[in-house]
Nanobody, 124 residues
Framework: VQLQASGGGLAQTGDSLRLSCAAS????????IGWFRQAPGKEREFLAT???????YYADSVKGRFTISRDNVKKTTYLQMDSLKPEDTATYYC???????????????????WGQGTLVTVSS
């Protein structure tokens, strides 16, 4: 599976952005897709996942503000980000993992495929 993230850019506090993660490969629908972010000088942070069946899981830090969804026909996963804050500034990555086990999907090192990242900058 090859992944390409897009949709990042400059936003102001309170704005919304929608990130997209386009996949290639015939087995996209078999994978759980996750979103992570990494701010300068910080570790990569788990945000959300959408399993192959469409089940979703969120980190507490973004629950209620971010929404993940996927379209298996278009082979695309989305991350809708609302009520953006300056602390959301980071490079956002999508990744694929062949499991939906809750403990495993939160660990970035367990993911098999990664997109190149898209930068989101939120100004106050």
């Amino acid at each position: 599976v090859q992944l390409q993230a897009s949709g990042g850019g400059l936003a102001q506090t309170g704005d919304s952005l929608r990130l997209s993660c386009a996949a290639s490969g015939r087995t996209f629908s078999s994978y759980t897709i996750g979103w992570f972010r990494q701010a300068p000088g910080k570790e990569r942070e788990f945000l959300a996942t959408a399993s192959r069946s469409g089940d979703t899981y969120y980190a507490d830090s973004v629950k209620g503000r971010f929404t993940i969804s996927r379209d298996n026909v278009k082979k695309t996963t989305y991350l809708q980000m609302d009520s953006l804050k300056p602390e959301d500034t980071a490079t956002y990555y999508c990744a694929a993992i062949y499991t939906s086990h809750v403990a495993t999907i939160q660990v970035s090192s367990k993911y098999e495929y990664w997109g190149q990242g898209t930068l989101v900058t939120v100004s106050s």
